[in-house]
C-alpha cells in the first residue's frame, strides 16, 4: 500500500474512535473541494468495524460522502451470526445447527453452569464434538484480546468448550458466542458468493467461487487465498430469496460450505461489504466498484449493458504461489484444472498489477510470496491438510452408519 500508484496510504493513529475518523474523513473532503473537482465522494469500509462505523456515523458523514449501505438495525440483524441463522431458518436456507452461548452467563468462570451442546436453536438434535465455535458478531469480538484468540475455533469435546468459554468471559467478552455443527471436509469445501443489490432491494449482480484454499494464520483464518470463479446459480437463488426478504442494498457477501453428508452448500454468514478477497469478482469479469459507481454516482441502472447478472467467466484467483496452491488441491482431477487455469493464462493474483513498477514495492510482493510458503508449513503443514480429510471421511462414513 506505502508504495502504491493507485492508493494515496494515510495512517491515522486512533482512527477506530468515531470522532477520530469523521474527523480525517472531514479533512479528506476539505482536500477533495479545495482541489477544485465537483465529483461526489463514495465512502467504503473494507471491514465489519469500518462499515459499522460509518453507518453509526452517517448524520456527521452523507452531507459530504456517497454511503451505500444500510441502516443500522438491518445491519446489525443480518450481521449477527444467531440473527442470520434464523433468517435462513425462515426461509428454508441450510444453516449449521447453532447452540448459542451468553459468555458471561454460561461461563463456568462466572459461576454459570457451563455449555450444553443439546440447547440447539430450533429444538433440533444436539451437537456432537467436533464443533465449530465463533463470535457471533464480529465488531464486539474485535474488541476483546486474549492469548490463542482466532476467528475460528475446532472444539474437540465439551472440557475444551467450556474452557474456550471460561477464557473468553475473563477477556471481558460480553456477547454471544456460536457452538455449531462441523461441517466436514477441508477447505475445498468451502465456497463464496457475492451479491449486489440496487437501491430498490433488487439483487441485480452474483458472482460464486469454489474456494481451493484459505489462510491459516489465527488472525486470518478463514479468508480465501486460492479461488475457481463461476457457475453457481442454485446458491445465488437462495441468497437472492435472503436478500430480497430483507431488504438489502449494496454488497453482501456470503461464506459458504458444500456438506459431503448430504451434498447440500451450508450458509454461514453475511458480511455487510466486499470481502478481503472481492478481487476475485473482477477476475471473473466484472469490477465490482464499477456498481456502486454507475447506481450511486452516475445515476445509471447499476448492471453495465450486456454484463451477466451471474458472472460466468471461469479463473483462478490467488494470492498464492501457484506450485504452493496446487500442493493443498488433493482431487486429481480438480488439480489438473486448476494446473491448465494456471497455463492458459487465465489466473490472476491481485498484488500482481501491471503499472505498479516500484521497485520497493516489487519486492515487497515477492518477499511476501516467499512468506506463504513459511505461513503455511507453520500453520496449516500438508500432514495437518491430510488429517483433517481423514476426519471428514470418517464423519461421514459415522453420519452414514
Not at 452531507?63 to 441502516?71: E, H, S, T
Request: glycine share 10%; charged share 25%.
Amino acid at each position: 500500500m506505502r508504495r502504491s500508484r493507485v492508493v494515496d496510504h494515510v495512517v491515522v493513529p486512533g482512527v477506530d474512535a468515531p470522532e477520530v475518523a469523521v474527523a480525517a474523513l472531514h479533512r479528506v473532503a476539505d482536500e477533495h473541494a479545495a482541489s477544485g473537482s465537483g465529483a461526489p465522494l463514495l465512502l467504503l469500509g473494507s471491514a465489519d468495524r469500518a462499515v459499522r462505523l460509518l453507518v453509526e456515523q452517517r448524520a456527521h458523514l452523507e452531507d459530504r460522502f456517497v454511503l451505500p449501505y444500510v441502516g443500522r438495525d438491518l445491519l446489525d440483524r443480518m450481521t449477527d451470526k444467531e440473527g442470520f441463522g434464523a433468517v435462513c431458518a425462515e426461509l428454508g436456507i441450510p444453516s449449521p445447527r447453532t447452540v448459542v452461548v451468553d459468555v458471561q452467563r454460561d461461563a463456568r468462570a462466572t459461576g454459570g453452569p457451563g455449555v450444553d451442546v443439546g440447547r440447539t436453536v430450533g429444538g433440533g438434535a444436539p451437537l456432537t464434538f467436533p464443533v465449530i465455535a465463533k463470535a457471533a458478531s464480529t465488531t464486539a469480538y474485535a474488541g476483546v484480546s486474549f492469548p490463542g484468540k482466532q476467528k475460528v475455533f475446532t472444539v474437540r469435546d465439551a472440557v475444551e468448550l467450556d474452557d474456550l468459554v471460561d477464557v473468553l468471559a475473563r477477556a471481558g467478552y460480553r456477547g454471544t458466542f456460536l457452538v455449531q455443527d462441523l461441517v466436514p471436509g477441508d477447505d475445498s469445501g468451502m465456497r463464496i458468493l457475492t451479491c449486489y443489490s440496487d437501491r430498490s432491494a433488487r439483487v441485480r449482480f452474483s458472482s460464486f467461487g469454489r474456494v481451493l484454499l484459505e489462510e491459516h494464520t489465527p488472525g486470518a483464518l478463514g479468508n480465501p487465498a486460492g479461488i475457481v470463479t463461476g457457475g453457481g446459480a442454485e446458491v445465488a437463488e437462495q441468497a437472492r430469496r435472503l436478500l430480497e426478504h430483507v431488504g438489502w442494498t449494496g454488497y453482501a457477501n456470503f461464506d459458504l460450505k458444500v456438506d459431503p453428508r448430504d451434498g447440500r452448500a451450508v450458509f454461514f454468514e453475511l458480511n455487510p461489504r466486499l470481502g478481503r478477497s472481492n478481487y476475485y469478482v473482477t477476475a471473473s469479469g466484472q469490477n465490482p466498484v464499477e456498481l456502486y459507481v454507475r447506481e450511486h454516482l452516475q445515476g445509471l441502472d447499476p448492471l453495465p449493458p450486456g454484463a451477466p447478472e451471474l458472472a460466468d467467466a471461469e479463473r483462478l484467483y490467488t494470492v498464492l504461489p501457484p506450485a504452493l496452491l496446487l500442493r493443498y488441491v488433493a482431487d486429481p482431477a480438480l488439480r489438473a484444472h486448476v494446473r491448465g487455469l494456471v497455463r492458459s493464462g487465465r489466473a490472476v493474483d491481485p498484488l500482481r498489477y501491471g503499472p505498479e513498477r516500484d521497485p520497493r514495492r516489487l519486492a515487497y510482493v515477492a518477499a511476501a510470496h516467499l512468506n506463504q510458503v513459511r505461513k503455511y508449513r507453520r500453520h496449516y503443514p500438508l500432514e495437518r491438510a491430510r488429517e483433517i480429510r481423514a476426519e471428514a471421511e470418517e464423519l461421514v462414513r459415522r453420519g452414514a452408519a
